[in-house]
């Protein structure tokens, strides 16, 4: 892939082509799963959207990073480098998930700035020019938010609002509403990300929290041109799960406050109860209370160990320091 040719230390804005400069490399970053029949469309969309870049001085190369695919997509993509030499193939030993696919893309990403994207369209290509464009008034991050969910199913954009105000309220680095992974990060976030050593990657959170100068456009996102979504209500539960557990450790010191709470209105009520036996004297019923409150503390309990788990999974998991995916075979293309 393309070597630096422009000295990273400079803002972005400098760096990009400007006449004699030599021209500015845009990587796409595309993770692909079992996606046999929308390669060709998307790049050929692709293609057309940004023909008018070339003229800007703006030169696309594609990454895509086969994440254990079991249909043909592998053989699409070689396929595809052969008219193509700007396309570049990370075949990955198994089937890693979406964001260690990302990840992989990033790692090998030697442009200038670079696109992740998905390869069904509903990261609509037209937006890529207007990414760059805002890239070049000098933002290191140009985001492209959803102009609505309307592609999404009621449940989906239900949970996925709340997963948001969830997220944002408790942990500390924001991130922003209704926007994916698609946007354009810059050579220096491309490097900051790099620097995260992280094995469980929550993209989105990640990216948000190396920060940089960030701008955004709109887009309305259509529905997936081939095959179906990669991401079942549970996957996506699990998602929610890995980002909030990565970035907030509210749910962890929650606890302290609900035991405290717990606990003080127990000795409330154990004052309560000593008060009224010396008064009224011993006191046989109070079976119902007795069992609603065992349980209910029995409850709360197995949530707050339950909790714990949840993070020494990720402690687990991090601590065995194993790679974030293992590449097969990289098949270069020419640019
Ligand atoms: N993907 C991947 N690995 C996976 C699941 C998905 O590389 O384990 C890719 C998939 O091929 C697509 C992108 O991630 O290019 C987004 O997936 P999908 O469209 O299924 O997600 P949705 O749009 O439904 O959230
Ligand atoms: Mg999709």
Known sequence: MNAPFLNIDQPAADRIARPG???ATIALIVPVHNEEGAIAPFLKAVCES???LKDKGVALEFIFVNDGSSDTTLEKLIEAQQTDPRIHVIDLSRNFGKEAAMTAGLDSCDADAAIPMDVDMQDPPHVIPL???KWREGFEVVLAKR????SDSFLKQRSASMFYRVHNWIAQQKIPHDVGDFRLIDRQVIQALRSLPERRRFMKGLFA???FRTASVEYVRDQRIAGQSKFSGWKLWNFALEGITSFSTAPLEIWTYV???ISALSFLYGLLIVAK???FGVDVPG???LLVSVLFLGGIQLLGIGIIGQYLGRVYAEIKQRPIYIVRRKYEGMS
């Open 209 to 211: 929290w190396v920060g």
């Open 21 to 23: 400069s030599g021209g």
């Open 131 to 133: 990414l760059v464009e």
């Open 147 to 150: 102009a609505n969910r309307s």
């Open 287 to 289: 079976y119902a209370s």
């Open 50 to 52: 940004t023909a008018p």
């Open 259 to 261: 035991g405290a709470t």
């Open 277 to 279: 036996t010396m008064i």
